[in-house]
């Protein structure tokens, strides 16, 4: 048939443009989380794109590089899209054409069941070759379990080759090297209908198959949508009370069938007795069903409206800003997200900062970081056990690893009561870098990641430890499909409100450091462990110092693990307190301050899960030079100066050119505001916890 005929053919059959529109909503959360990870500028191909629906919603969600396929002329002259290059060509010809690597997502909706199964084969094949590292693909095609399609709709085009059941898309998918392959069932015309019957049973099934996959599972791009078809789009409270109900209305109908029955079947030539026993029992069987279901729906229906009514907490583990607050990176970013959550919490939940004890199981209500107004409306008591129900949210904020594990089964039992439980991973470096930490961390870090990995989701705070996070659950873990994985920003500001007049003791005072001089001060922020690579900064700005360079370096930071020896080499150097500090503990005020004293920041590190004194820095207007390393690269966004930090010899010549050249990376204002707030950090991450 000719491309005109096929169209209005297609338009007859399919459904308008606003239904087909509606039903590929469902999948912007797909769209979301592909721009989270990639951005919206990698392109986007729908083969076969027809009238050009999903064509309209990738343009409507800001994506940039869209191009649609079709071989029919008469489709593609109607499509009028900007940002939006329609090409007349075969599917599989013109992937044949695409560079591999290049795509972020292939999608064909009803276009792979008009395939031969060779060329459905090689679709994948070319698929797999062109999306880039976490692409995936979205094909949809009639599902054939559902009766109605598979004996009737699936034929009236008489272009379709052959239905292709769920279990063999999602086998060819894993052979063309895809992982995350599910087939999910779609566009069920009961999906909330009241009917639980022979209709629905034969005809319940989705209309349509989606077949969703992903190349290589570093990020878990599908997961959320999985979880979220799983608890919304197939088994909403609604729903199963609907379904319970229409089953009641059946066992009230069978009563009176049943009855019926009896008394005109061949029954009547029993004895009387026999037959008046079996009249008598089978309502009364039927009678007990509907005893127990009339009391369970009851119960069912006052439970949905008893959460739907109360308010929600969403609890914050703060566990160690409320016992000691030791002033490091991770809890300055728990102490900033707990106190700018509550401004972006929906209105049916408040938060309630939570810790856990040494000697008791469970977490307990702390007022720390709330507002005096929150305190008042807050109905737990401070310091009283929490009692999550159905419908809370649990957020493991802070870095609490032996609570976490001594909690395992209270949060289990969290869990599994419907209360959603996601936590913060910081990063994986005692898994990564073994050898760089004690046993017992390594050990009990292992344990940690295996626990929080079995609830509800992850956050990771940069997409490098996202990555590391889902190699090692490729690893490590056998099936954790319903876990939802995101990475975070971080603030770059210290807040202005911080306690100027806290008494702390130092090793070195803050005003020790010289700052009228005409030294060049470096600065070094971070905790004394051998990840740091001090040692080695060291080494560099003593070939640097024997030269007679002026130039200061300050290091700040805790005492750590495996630092014994560097320590020494510290406070017993010929230039501590001369060029050399030390500053064991610092306020965050005082932290401020020493931005805004130094030159440059510099950092050596091995590696970071993140490296917040870099933006920090970055917020301060403080010129950055750092090892050359992935993770600095990514929360810089290549606004620093770079050196080799493999090399002692090659770093001390970069050292010594930086100073001489002095062309430190300054940020025009602009580019500072690439770099988030922890008010807008912590509105990122609200929205990523309640969509």
């Known amino acids: 048939m000719d491309d005109k005929y096929y169209n209005e053919f297609q338009d007859f059959f399919r459904g308008s443009r606003d239904k087909i529109l509606d039903r590929l909503d469902i999948y912007k959360n797909i769209l979301s989380r592909i721009q989270h990870f990639h951005g919206n500028n990698l392109p986007l191909i729908d083969l076969g794109c027809g009238r050009g629906e999903w064509l309209e919603i990738l343009f409507n969600n800001n994506f940039k590089n869209i191009y649609g396929v079709d071989i029919n002329e008469d489709a593609l002259s109607k499509i009028k899209l900007n940002n939006c290059t329609l090409v007349k060509d075969d599917a599989l010809n013109f992937l044949r054409k695409q560079k591999s690597n290049s795509c972020v997502i292939i999608s064909g909706f009803h276009i792979i069941e008009h395939l031969k199964f060779n060329e459905l084969l090689e679709l994948l094949n070319e698929s797999f070759r062109v999306l880039v590292d976490g692409g995936i693909i979205l094909f949809e095609t009639p599902n054939p379990k559902n009766m109605l399609v ?19 898309l999602n086998f060819i998918a894993q052979k063309a090297g ?92 029993m004895p009387t007795n026999f037959k008046g026993k079996l009249i008598r029992l089978l309502p009364k069987v039927v009678k007990n069903k509907i005893k127990f279901l009339r009391s369970f729906i009851f119960n069912y229906k006052n439970i949905v409206k008893k959460v739907s009514d109360r308010k929600r907490y969403l609890y914050i583990d703060i566990s160690g800003i409320v016992s000691t607050d030791w002033f490091t990176g991770i809890q300055r970013t728990t102490k900033e997200i707990a106190n700018n959550i509550p401004n972006f919490t929906p209105s049916d939940f408040q938060v309630v900062p939570v810790y856990g004890k040494n000697n008791d199981i469970g977490y307990f209500c702390s007022y720390c970081s709330l507002s005096p107004e929150d305190k008042n409306n807050l109905q737990i008591k401070e310091h009283s056990k929490i009692k999550p129900e159905p419908g809370d949210i649990f957020l493991g904020l802070d870095l609490q690893i032996d609570h976490t594990i001594k909690n395992n089964k209270y949060l289990g039992e969290m ?107 470096f600065l070094c922020v971070g905790t004394i462990e051998p990840r740091k690579n001090y040692d080695f900064i060291i080494s560099a700005f003593e070939k640097l110092w024997e030269i007679d360079y002026q130039c200061n370096l300050t290091i700040v930071g805790k005492k750590g693990w495996k630092c014994k020896s560097l320590i020494n080499r510290i406070i017993t150097h010929e230039k501590f307190n001369k060029t050399l500090f030390w500053l064991n503990d610092v306020s965050d005020y005082q932290l401020k301050e020493l931005y805004l004293q130094a030159d440059t920041l510099i950092a050596a590190s091995i590696d970071e899960g993140f490296g917040l004194p870099l933006v920090e820095a970055i917020s301060f207007g403080t010129p950055i030079f750092c090892n050359d390393i992935e993770i600095f690269r990514e929360v810089t966004k290549g606004k620093a100066r770079f050196f080799n930090g493999d090399d002692i010899d090659a770093f001390s010549i970069d050292l010594k050119n930086y100073i001489d050249n002095w062309d430190p990376y300054i940020l025009s204002d602009n580019e500072k505001k690439l770099f988030p707030s922890w008010y807008e950090a912590s509105k990122e991450l609200t929205k990523l916890i309640f969509d």
């Open 150 to 168: 598979s004996t009737n709709s699936f034929w009236f085009d008489p272009t379709h080759n052959k239905p292709l059941p769920a279990e063999l």
């Open 178 to 269: 895809f992982v995350d392959v599910n087939v999910v069932s779609i566009n069920s015309i009961y999906k909330h209908k009241n009917a639980f019957d022979l209709n629905q049973i034969f005809y319940g099934e989705g209309l349509d198959n989606v077949l969703l996959a992903q190349k290589s599972s570093k990020l878990g791009i599908l997961n959320h949508f999985y979880f979220f078809i799983n608890k919304h789009y197939q088994h909403s409270s609604e729903y199963k009370i609907s379904k319970l109900s229409s089953l009641l209305a059946s066992y009230d109908a069978d009563i009176t069938y049943l009855k019926d029955k009896v008394r005109i079947s061949p029954l009547y030539n």
């Open 415 to 521: 869990f599994k009561n419907n209360v959603q439980v996601y936590f913060t991973i910081y990063d994986i470096l005692p898994s990564l870098y073994p050898h760089l930490f004690e046993t017992h961390v390594q050990e009990k870090h292992s344990t940690w990641l295996n626990i929080i990995t079995e609830f509800s989701g992850i956050f990771t705070i940069s997409r490098k430890v996202l990555s590391d996070v889902n190699c090692w659950i490729n690893e490590n873990k056998k099936d954790v499909h319903s876990l939802s994985r995101y990475f975070i920003s971080l603030g770059s500001d210290i807040s202005e409100n911080i306690n100027k007049d806290i008494n702390i003791k130092l090793i070195t005072s803050i005003d020790h450091i010289p700052t009228n001089n005409s030294n060049i001060n």
